[in-house]
């Protein structure tokens, strides 16, 4: 073993130079969310068996799957990266890194967050250890974590730096999630500009342009980058595909939405928890605003049926509870219900805490939304609204339990707090067609036609 540099100039411990080469492709497949980043990883294991690095990044990749089958591939490629690191000349960095892959192996996202941040004051220009952190606030600590991360670094990185694009898409994400929406954009369309195929640039702009209700833009910039990405990235470009059927939504353009979910968000029924939440979050809002969706919800509760017992992620426990819900599968939704009660109520992991501070109280005001219980969905999530953040997902994703609470104050005649509700949405986006009918209903309820009739008039202006 012998100590060299990547192209950042980090220091990494391998055996030859092809070993770190095929790590750094390894680096940059990771950050474009490429099909062949596994590919390269497996290059820079064939070059050199036991390099560190390669050892715990094969660790983080089985982890980020959180899928029992992969968790415990991820538990024993850390076992053995920690065997091969103990008996090597790895260097602190590397052994930073192996402390992180430590701490989130065993359920700790915080401290595994934290090791993050410390590679990072000393290697500024450690892409990986930036992406992961990044990750993993996105589940624990949300927009300021994020934006706060990626600010600490991006003096370093200048433009003609490998992967400095990815840079600025990250930074416009964590600034976007922070509110910050002019300065996101900014680092959105710079990073796009690098790398027109860069995803989680084109993501970051999407998601400025929804928070901020520009519907047609959106559509138009994620349509101008589709024919750059669509051909070789990984399942994440579903969650693009969500992103734009979001804006067509708004619009109430639901035979496009739906063509999208079966062309392209549900083309391939994979079992991959974003993939699923991208199907129920879009199903679930469809059928909100009246659309038919036809028998798409079977496939997602067939596939959610196979991750009841998973609990490795609150997040996508909450929408395998809405496919349940959605098809009338209470024995599969109890059957969830019981797994997450029991697998966390000793739980000490970030993740336990999130079940029992919201998540299992959460999915079962979803299956009761289905189960027209609203009065008891209003009672549990009204005081619970402050801690949805703790979920993790971006705040379009959170919305839609947003959305559910609005609904069912609806539904249970609660005029007044349904207003309410729907002011507030108003108020922080006021081009939303949806925002302004729901605004409408709850008017109507309220005994005040005269101000329904102009809200539903805003709604379809908006929708023209």
Same mark, same amino acid.
């Given at each position: ?140 600590? +949300? +927009? ?60 970051? +702009? ?19 980058? #589709? ?7 990984? &399942? ?25 979910? =079966? ?14 939440? &991208?199907? #129920? ?16 919800? #079977? ?9 009841? +017992? ?19 599968? =209470? ?39 289905? &189960? ?88 379809? #202006?908006?929708?023209?």
């Amino acid at each position: 073993m012998a100590q060299h540099l990547d192209q950042w100039g980090n220091p990494v411990t391998a055996a030859n130079g092809d070993a770190v080469a095929a790590l750094d492709r390894t680096i940059m497949a990771y950050l474009g969310f490429r099909l062949d980043t596994g590919n390269h990883l497996k290059q820079a294991l064939v070059a050199d068996p036991e390099m560190p690095l390669a050892l715990i990044y094969s660790g983080f990749f089985f982890l980020l799957f959180c899928h029992p089958k992969m968790h415990a591939k991820g538990l024993a490629a850390r076992d053995h990266a920690a065997q091969v690191i103990a008996g090597s000349d790895a260097n602190p960095r590397e052994r930073q890194c192996m402390a992180a892959l430590d701490a989130w192996a065993d359920g700790d996202w915080h401290r595994a967050s934290a090791a993050f941040e410390s590679i990072l004051l000393d290697y500024p220009l450690d892409a990986m250890a930036l992406r992961l952190s990044h990750y993993l606030h996105f589940y624990l600590d +949300g +927009g300021k974590a994020m934006r706060l991360s990626s600010a600490r670094v991006l003096p370093f990185w200048t433009m003609d730096q490998p992967g400095a694009g990815f840079v600025q898409a990250i930074h416009a994400f964590g600034l976007e999630e922070n509110g910050e929406y002019a300065a996101a954009e900014r680092h959105a369309r710079r990073a796009v500009e690098i790398n027109p195929a860069d995803l989680w640039g084109i993501h970051a +702009g999407a998601h400025i342009m929804e928070m901020q209700g520009r519907h047609h833009e959106g559509i138009g910039w994620i349509a101008a980058q #589709t024919d750059h990405w669509s051909a070789d990235t990984n &399942n994440f470009r579903f969650h693009v595909w969500w992103q734009r059927a979001l804006f067509h939504l708004e619009l109430g353009d639901h035979a496009t939405v739906l063509d999208l979910y =079966d062309r392209e968000i549900r083309a391939e029924s994979t079992e991959e928890y974003l993939d699923i939440t &991208n199907g #129920t979050a879009l199903l679930w809002r469809l059928e909100q605003q009246g659309a038919d969706v036809g028998d798409r919800w #079977t496939e997602l509760a067939d596939r959610s049926a196979e991750r009841v +017992g998973d609990h490795l992620l609150c997040f996508a426990d909450l929408h395998y509870a809405m496919a349940f819900g959605a098809t009338g599968r =209470d024995d599969a939704g109890q059957a969830l219900l019981t797994a997450m009660r029991r697998g966390n109520v000793d739980e000490t992991g970030a993740q336990g805490t999130v079940y029992r501070q919201v998540g299992i109280a959460l999915s079962e005001a979803m299956i009761d939304a289905r &189960n027209g219980l609203h009065d008891r969905v209003v009672d549990v999530l009204l005081p619970l609204r402050h801690l949805f953040a703790l979920v993790g997902g971006s705040h379009a994703q959170r919305d839609i339990f947003e959305r559910i609470l609005l609904e069912s104050a609806l539904a249970a005649g609660r005029a007044t707090l349904a207003r309410a509700l729907a002011a507030e949405r108003i108020d922080q986006k006021p081009t939303s067609p949806y925002n302004w009918q729901v605004h409408a209903r709850a008017l109507e309820m309220a005994g005040d036609p005269g101000a329904a009739a102009r809200a539903r008039q805003r709604a379809s #202006t908006l929708a023209a």
